[in-house]
């Protein structure tokens, strides 16, 4: 018998009328372009169905067309969509508004003001299009749908929906994750899933982290509290008891609040003279208790980034080794060292450890970029070439007054 997760379409009931189109990605190797997922992803769209008034909540991505039409054709006729609710606007979400608008030019397209423009803009069409306001609401015979702008979370236009009757909130990437679920529910929140979301947060999300805590505040008002079930456009499906910690979750990825004595170890190597450094810190490490993640960069392997940036997002402290090249911290490293920037936007304590052969530019230039946007160096050493017993006697001392700022 094939398992759900094998299956490339998965259409099941949510709750009352509302039901889930998935596509399962196991094809897509960079999310993004950029992000590494040998976990795939799903795309997740939503329908519902209330007597005479059909209304789809996003789509799939953009490629996957044709197999969107055939499983929403499974379901209904194309002919008989009223509205598509329109989260999102980018194109994991929107990629089949075209060729719905093709089969179905009397559809209304909703959404925030901002979408109007991009659907113009991305897909070179001008459907009908009626904006919502914040708090602006829709109703069908026997639900109410309620529009509620959580801007930059993570473009400008996002948006979710909330439906009282079935304490039900439509989320697009806001709780989202990667993997390929075993159901289009999940009864625990187990590391595993956590990791995802976690990962997930951290690359997509990360960057506007500001305003998660906001948004978070006024959905919560916005409905009451009663919200019993979550339905991500990536992931799986959250309902019942799990639907708080799932919040809370996401209250503690935007803070980056330190979970389970993590230290996230990341460097370069091109010779082995930082990784010998680094192995010695691991196990140094290793001896006081952390739980130590270690991501390198050498001639024998290529972490993954999308994974480490998740790592690091709620470890207690960070780890960089940068070798020296061309004058320049080590590009991967240095590309590492920008997405640290970028998506973590400082809050974290760094021990710094360069190496370089004839000169020694990286370190200065390294820890004034991470002072800049908020981490704290605890210390910043640099090496030349072979570390000697006094680099190992300075690493010794870093590393006590790291371990000191992780229990602090």
Wanted: aromatic share 12%.
């Amino acid at each position: 018998m094939m398992r759900e997760q094998d299956r490339k379409v998965i259409i099941d009931k949510v709750s009352g009328d509302l039901m889930i189109l998935r596509y399962n990605d196991n094809e897509t190797n960079y999310f993004e372009a950029l992000w590494e997922i040998p976990e795939g992803v799903t795309y997740n769209a939503y329908l519902l169905i209330d007597n005479d008034t059909v209304i789809l909540f996003d789509t799939w991505k953009r490629g996957l067309e044709n197999d969107f039409l055939n499983a929403l054709n499974s379901v209904i006729d194309i002919r008989d969509l009223d509205y598509v609710i329109i989260h999102h606007m980018e194109s994991d979400h929107s990629g089949s508004i075209k060729a719905l608008y093709d089969k179905n030019s009397d559809i209304t397209f909703i959404g925030h003001l901002m979408a109007n423009k991009l659907i113009r803009n991305l897909y070179g069409i001008n459907p009908k299009f009626k904006a919502v306001k914040d708090g602006e609401t829709l109703s069908t015979k026997n639900y109410q749908l309620t529009f509620i702008h959580v801007p930059w979370l993570h473009w400008p236009e996002t948006m979710f929906t909330y439906i009282p009757q079935i304490r039900t909130l439509l989320t697009c990437d806001v709780f989202g994750a990667y993997t390929i679920p075993k159901s289009i529910f999940i009864d625990d929140l187990n590391d595993d899933y956590i990791s995802s979301m976690r990962k997930y947060f951290a690359n997509i999300i990360g960057f506007y982290r500001d305003n998660v805590t906001k948004n978070l505040d006024k959905v919560l008002t916005m409905t009451g509290g009663n919200i019993d079930i979550i339905t991500p456009a990536h992931g799986a499906v959250i309902k019942g008891n799990i639907v708080k910690r799932y919040i809370d979750l996401y209250r503690e990825f935007a803070l980056k609040t330190p979970v389970n004595k993590k230290i996230v170890i990341t460097y370069s190597s091109m010779y082995g003279f930082v990784d010998s450094i680094m192995n010695h810190i691991t196990h140094v490490l290793n001896e006081w208790g952390f739980n130590v993640s270690v991501y390198r960069f050498t001639d024998k392997e290529r972490a993954s980034i999308g994974d480490l940036i998740g790592d690091a997002n709620n470890a207690l402290g960070i780890i960089l080794g940068v070798s020296t090249y061309d004058t320049e911290p080590f590009p991967l490293m240095d590309y590492v060292i920008n997405l640290l920037i970028k998506k973590l936007k400082g809050g974290k304590p760094i021990l710094l450890i360069t190496d370089y052969g004839w000169g020694d530019v990286v370190l200065k230039h390294v820890k004034a970029r991470l002072e800049k946007v908020g981490f704290t160096i605890i210390d910043a050493i640099s090496v030349n070439g072979i570390p000697t017993k006094e680099d190992l006697n300075k690493i010794d001392i870093a590393l006590q007054n790291f371990k000191q700022a992780m229990v602090q």
